[in-house]
């Protein structure tokens, strides 16, 4: 056993460099081949940020599928209507000709940004076909109705927690420019129970965990030992001929999602993490991670896998659908134009009790 001195830290020093190292666009060209079809959009302009920034569910002009939902002029029945004062109007021509390029080229796209997908909107469409946009408007409302891509939008959100940098986020020490990026990746239906997340410290495969990694459930399957060897064989192989030693800007240490083929033998990439409190261990807590790190300097070991291994198991037990403090009705984006907040939530209410 390593002495206290020399004993790694629980988590590898974060500075800016470390986390930029994690958006798409540095990543995925050097492992584009192992990894799904994308396209990445850079820069975005200030203007889109600011649309993603804003109150409210809308879409650009020019985006929608169906015809805009306009305010009242001053010439039509406003007797029950007090004036709105204009909200700002957005438009992304360009954008949404390379959006319907890569829909043309891949059939259908699901969005991301530098870091993070709109699962947590994922309701907004049918439930066969999760993220799957096939036109600008269906991209839009992803990434609008969506909480998780606020961490993604400005630099104080993305280098929190950095060496360096003032718990506000404002610098101390020069740190490289961030530019907002849209990702479109090939759509295709993913059997999420075969989505496993795999943890690298010290260039060193620590564990595996092998359940959807936002919407935990059983399945029978994983418990079968024969399985769970296949799959960290299959694991091991690919990370050693793949991902091994090509990590030079991480130090070797990382997080993968991993998504494995049917017949559980190979598979391909679905992203990068940082090795931070930021990303979820999932099954695993850092500090059994870290032990797991600690075990290895002093003997060989293999990598450990974690399942939901019953329908007792604590994960388990959310019959609740995932995300469900972000869902509320599809017909939300027609009543929510124009409104702020409280106005909008005022008439989501009353719509809700003349249904009743």
């Avoid at 590898?12 to 540095?26: G, N």
């Avoid at 492992?31 to 302009?45: D, M």
């Avoid at 940004?113 to 799957?132: C, G, V």
């Avoid at 793949?242 to 494995?260: A, C, Q, T």
């Amino acid at each position: 056993m390593p002495s206290a001195v020399n004993k790694p830290a629980l988590f590898p020093s974060l500075s800016p460099e470390y986390v930029l190292a994690f958006q798409f666009s540095s990543w995925y060209p050097k492992f584009s081949g192992i990894s799904i079809k994308s396209t990445v959009i850079r820069p975005l302009s200030q203007e889109f940020q600011e649309y993603l920034d804003s109150d409210g569910v809308f879409l650009p002009d020019g985006a929608e599928d169906v015809p805009v939902v306009s305010e009242l002029s001053d010439n039509e029945d406003s007797d029950e209507e007090e004036s709105e004062p204009d909200r700002r109007h957005f438009a992304f021509p360009e954008l949404d000709a390379k959006i319907r390029e890569a829909v043309v080229q891949y059939g259908a796209v699901f969005p991301k940004l530098n870091f993070s997908s709109p699962r947590d909107a994922a309701w907004m469409l049918p439930a066969s076909s999760p993220l799957k946009c096939m036109s600008p408007a269906d991209v839009y409302l992803f990434l609008k109705s969506s909480d998780f891509i606020q961490h993604d939008i400005t630099s104080s959100h993305v280098f929190e927690g950095c060496e360096g940098l003032s718990p506000l986020g404002e610098n101390t020490s020069p740190f490289p420019q961030y530019e907002l990026e849209l990702i479109l990746r090939k759509w295709y239906p993913v059997d999420r129970s075969r989505e496993i997340r795999c943890f690298v410290r010290q260039e060193r495969l620590l564990g595996a965990n092998g359940v959807s990694q936002r919407d935990p459930n059983y399945y029978d399957f994983w418990i079968e030992p024969g399985t769970q060897a296949k799959v960290l064989e299959a694991v091991q192989t690919f990370w050693k001929a793949k991902i091994k030693g090509r990590w030079e800007d991480s130090n070797g240490d990382y997080v993968f999602d991993f998504l494995l083929t049917r017949d559980l033998s190979r598979g391909h990439i679905l992203d990068f993490n940082p090795y931070a409190p930021r990303t979820d261990p999932l099954l695993f807590t850092y500090e059994e991670l870290h032990e797991l790190l600690l075990r290895g300097e002093s003997t060989t070991t293999e990598p450990e896998l974690r399942v939901v291994d019953s329908l007792d198991h604590p994960v388990a037990t959310r019959n609740a659908p995932a995300h469900q403090h972000n869902m509320v009705p599809l017909e939300a984006l027609t009543m929510s134009s124009g409104r702020d907040v409280q106005e909008f939530a005022n008439l989501l209410q009353e719509e809700i009790q003349n249904a009743m």
